[in-house]
């Protein structure tokens, strides 16, 4: 190679490489970026100049989490992480955390989301290590843990104050002591997941819809110990947007009339909510008339009336309908669903007996 060459080789690694990557690595998997700091001297130092590209810690799925994460946070790039995703990360236990604790406290104090989903080694006592260092954590997630209990909730309230969005589904061990510490200390909590929180009643599920008027999207999935004194209170969340219903075998049209007092519901899964009968569905469509998804799925007390009530409040908005299993209602075509709902989307509304 000439000295000219040489030079255009120094300018090209100097000038031209580190302007394409602050272009394209802002698009790539944080995973393809650990390969390209091994690729040159020039492109590990470019990279590792844009602390933008290190503000998010992705290990989900990995093996030996636990110390990854640990060597991680000591690197002084992720010194200003804002997000930790250990979803489905093997090897992480509560002594991990409890090391970050120790020796990495200073790294986590931007830290704004942490998902622990089904890291299931950690418990109480990894809870309360790794939120004392997160002061301004506002998205906690640690779906499908079975050991973490409401002193694992009561670590997570003292230590974060400003949660916004907190999923708990699968947290089979948590019971209403936890809902009335997250309705005394999250008023501003705009998302709930309670998914399958088997051991909650009505008393806790009440505290939160007394006290935390901001959520936009509420879980109930697979809850069946609520009933309607609970059910009626979801009508003072005014800027509710999600409800997931599924599942709620005590969930009557009484219940449902004071649902529809929910304006901005937009999405409404009543799959399985084998009490309701068209006068709930029919006040539901005359009520939230911004209704993008809804589910009957296996509701046989409705037929074609609400059907028809439906078509005429929700006809511009409605793009997911599923109504199969719902022996009441009319078999029809695609096309035939098409007249009633024109915006259903291709694949996504599903009627009984319509391939």
């Known amino acids: 190679m000439g000295e000219r060459e040489a030079e255009e080789e120094v ?7 580190p302007r394409v990557l602050k272009i394209v690595s802002t698009r790539l998997p944080q995973r393809d970026l650990f390969s390209l700091l091994l690729v040159s001297p020039w492109l590990h130092r470019t990279l590792i100049s844009y602390s933008s590209l290190w ?17 991680a946070l000591t690197l002084s790039r992720y010194w200003h992480v804002k997000h930790i995703n250990l979803e489905f990360a093997q090897d992480i236990e509560d002594k991990h955390l409890e090391l970050i604790k120790s020796e990495c406290f200073d790294s986590l104090q931007n830290l704004k989301i942490l998902n622990l989903n089904g890291c299931q080694k950690i418990s109480d006592k990894g809870i309360e290590a790794i939120t004392s260092a997160c002061p301004k954590l506002k998205v906690f997630s640690i779906y499908w843990n079975v050991r973490v209990t409401d002193t694992g909730i009561e670590h997570l309230v003292r230590n974060c104050k400003h949660i916004v969005d907190l999923n708990l589904s699968g947290c089979k061990s948590i019971t209403d002591k936890s809902l009335r510490l997250v ?13 399958r929180c088997v051991k909650l009643t009505d008393g806790g599920l009440q505290q939160i819809l007394l006290k935390c008027s901001s959520l936009q999207s509420l879980n109930l999935y697979a809850l069946s110990s609520f009933t309607d004194e609970a059910y009626k209170k979801i009508s003072l969340l005014a800027h509710l947007r999600f409800l997931d219903l599924c599942g709620a075998q005590n969930f009557s049209d009484q219940g449902l009339f004071c649902i529809a007092k929910c304006k901005n519901l937009v999405s409404l899964n009543l799959t399985w909510c084998v009490r309701l009968t068209d006068a709930g569905v029919i006040a539901i469509a005359q009520g939230c008339n911004s209704l993008e998804f809804l589910s009957l799925f296996g509701i046989v007390g409705v037929t074609d009336k609400c059907l028809e009530v439906l078509s005429k409040s929700c006809s511009n908005t ?13 078999r029809r075509s ?21 391939a």
Request: aromatic letters at 8%.
């Open 11 to 17: 300018v090209w690694s100097r000038e031209t490489v």
């Open 334 to 354: 695609r096309d035939e669903l098409l007249q009633l709902f024109p915006y259903l989307r291709p694949g996504y509304s599903i009627e009984s007996g319509v």
């Open 55 to 71: 503000l998010v810690l992705d290990l989900r799925e990995k093996n030996n989490a636990g110390e990854r994460l640990v060597a």
């Open 318 to 330: 409605i793009t997911t309908l599923d109504v199969n299993g719902c022996i009441g209602i009319k």
């Open 183 to 195: 309705a005394e200390n999250y008023r501003d909590l705009e998302s709930l997941n309670l998914t």
